[in-house]
């Protein structure tokens, strides 16, 4: 369990301040993806072989694919303001949907990386893509291991002292 964290700008002496801030970062990493898939449905460029878009249609598939992950990021953003608010009232019930989430981002992630490298390995940034895309995959999983941390702060918090009277 960690006692500590970091966040992307600050250092946090415990997990509760590291825990906002993990859920600020993943606010602010889904608001700017729902932008830009915003922006690549209204016919924006995803041309570049990396960007999650890429191989998709603008009339058929890109409309199912970007509507997926704006409403996969939606929930995300509820599920970082349900852990706020469970991180500030110290309840369980409310952190478990995000770290259930992240988890699915992270798989989705290392799917798409490895997605990008088998599909393009004869380019040589398909490499450095995927190496970039696991490092934000590990950043990712570094940010649930801190929340992770904060839940069981909670959990011990609340463990009932359950004695056994014979």
Request: aromatic content about 20%; glycine content about 6%.
């Amino acid at each position: 369990m960690m006692k500590n964290c970091w966040s992307p700008w600050y250092y946090y002496d415990n997990t509760k301040g590291g825990s906002k801030a993990c859920a600020a970062t993943t606010i602010f990493f889904s608001t700017f993806s729902i932008i830009y898939i915003w922006h690549c449905l209204s016919g924006g460029d995803s041309s570049q072989f990396f960007l999650p878009l890429f191989e998709t249609d603008v009339d058929t598939t890109m409309r199912g694919a970007g509507g997926f992950m704006i409403v996969f990021y939606v929930c995300y953003i509820v599920v970082s303001m349900l852990m706020f608010e469970g991180v500030n009232r110290e309840h369980r019930g409310l952190i478990l949907p995000w770290l259930t989430q992240n988890m699915l981002y992270i798989l989705m992630i290392i799917a798409f990386a490895l997605w990008l490298q088998a599909s393009y390995y004869h380019y040589l940034l398909s490499v450095l893509w995927t190496f970039l895309y696991l490092l934000f995959a590990a950043a990712h999983i570094y940010m649930y291991r801190c929340v992770k941390s904060q839940y069981e702060v909670i959990k011990q918090g609340q463990a009932p002292n359950i004695v056994q009277l014979f």
